[in-house]
Every structure is written in structure tokens, then in C-alpha cells.
């Protein structure tokens, strides 16, 4: 059972344009929804990250828009840059326990920004 | 800072035979957490420890061992490794075990590829 479901698989992006990348989970217990930015070779680093209590969170040109009742999230990248082509990866966490903590993670989506 | 440092940086393993991976991280940080990237999979949690003396199951266990005897190192042992274990290898850590307040980082990665 995929609990955090990822879309697309992969995006083509011109210069400047925005870049949308859409995730949606099913389990409510879920209290954190960070986003991974991996480039080739690399491990993945936390580019932003967003509660539940909030709606929206911007750092510069990259933005969560965060919809509890739909449980969806997205993040939108501004200005999108050659630079920023990479694999992004949206994660939900929750405690499974105990201290037990645990993030699941989307199967990633390739983007591609042209220029 | 080194951060989190895995080795080997790929490696060719024969089915049946045994390896064991390694990560360390100089960041003092009481939680380290093995996940496996496959293509199309996203990032999957092996196992998982919240700190030094413990350990516990991820999603993928199955054909893995990992032991925590101090804050810094996490080994990640297969014992006799197939085919189905090719994969590229990520060791995380984070300073708690609730990702809310602190952010995983992750090592950049051991390829393994079983024949």
C-alpha cells in the first residue's frame, strides 16, 4: 500500500517557468511533509518543509501549498533554473509508537529545466 | 564537518557472499536510519535506530541486520546477498528521532550491485 502517492514521474520545465510537483497521502496521522532535493550521484537534502497547521510555506523561489482536507501538498518552484533539475521527493512523517518516527517517501519525480 | 561518510562508494558483490556497509556521522546525532533507493521505489527504510543500544524494523528489513554500538557508526550487514538487494544505499541521521524539529541528512550513498 503506497502511502504517499507522487505525481509525475517526471516534468520538463522552460526557464523561468514554475515547476509543480503534486503528492497526496491517506493517513491523517501523518504531522510533517518535508521535500528531498536529490542531483545525480548525491544523497537527498531537505529543501523545505511544512506542518499541517499551516496552509502555505515559501524559502525564496520554492513553495509547499499544504491542503489538509484533500490531503494533498505540492511544491511549486518560482523562476524555475537549469540548476534546478534534480529529483525531488516529497515524505510524510508521523510517530508509528513509542519514539518511534518514522518518514514515508514518494517514488520521486525527475525534473528537467531547460534553457 | 564531514557530516556522514559511507563506504564502500560502490560495489560488485557476488550472490551468497556477505558485506557489510558502513556510515558514520560526526554530527553527534542520536538517530540513523539505512534506506535503499530503487528506480521507480522512491527511498525505502531498512531499519533504523533512535539511539546508540537500539535498533528497529523499516519497511524493507528482510535480509538485513544493523547494530548501533555507539552514537557515530551504523553498519548495515547483508548476510548473503541475492540479486533483489541491488540497489543504491543511504544512510540518514538526524539530531532526534521526531523529524518536526530536526532534519535528516543523508550520506551520499554506497552502489551495490549483486550478481
Known amino acids: 500500500q503506497q502511502q504517499v502517492k507522487q505525481s509525475p514521474q517526471s516534468l520538463i520545465v522552460q526557464k523561468g517557468g514554475i515547476s509543480i510537483i503534486n503528492c497526496a497521502y491517506e493517513n491523517t496521522a501523518f504531522d510533517y511533509f518535508p521535500w528531498y532535493q536529490q542531483f545525480p550521484g548525491k544523497g537527498p537534502a531537505l529543501l523545505i518543509a511544512?506542518?499541517?497547521?499551516?496552509s502555505e510555506k515559501k524559502e525564496g523561489r520554492f513553495t509547499i501549498s499544504f491542503n489538509k482536507s484533500a490531503k494533498q501538498f505540492s511544491l511549486h518552484i518560482m523562476d524555475s533554473q537549469p540548476g534546478d533539475s534534480a529529483t525531488y521527493f516529497c515524505a510524510a512523517g508521523m510517530n508509528s509508537g513509542g519514539s518511534n518516527y518514522k518518514l514515508t517517501f514518494g517514488k520521486g519525480t525527475l525534473l528537467t529545466v531547460n534553457p | 564537518t564531514a557530516g556522514i561518510t559511507q563506504a564502500p562508494t560502490s560495489q560488485i558483490l557476488a550472490a551468497g557472499r556477505s558485506m557489510t556497509l558502513r556510515c558514520t556521522q560526526d554530527m553527534r546525532h542520536n538517530a540513523m536510519y539505512w534506506y535503499r533507493q530503487d528506480l521507480g521505489l522512491g527511498l525505502r527504510l531498512i531499519h533504523y535506530s533512535n539511539t546508540a543500544g537500539t535498533t528497529g524494523k523499516g519497511e524493507v528489513p528482510d535480509g538485513y541486520s544493523v547494530s548501533r554500538a555507539n552514537t557515530d557508526d551504523f553498519p548495515l550487514t547483508l548476510a548473503s546477498a541475492v540479486p533483489s538487494q541491488t540497489s543504491v544505499y543511504f544512510c540518514?541521521?538526524?539530531?532526534?528521532?521526531?523529524?518536526?524539529?530536526?532534519?535528516?541528512?543523508f550520506g551520499p550513498g554506497t552502489r551495490l550491485t549483486v550478481l
Open positions: 511544512i506542518r499541517p497547521d499551516v
Open positions: 540518514a541521521s538526524s539530531d532526534s528521532f521526531h523529524p518536526t524539529t530536526d532534519t535528516q541528512y
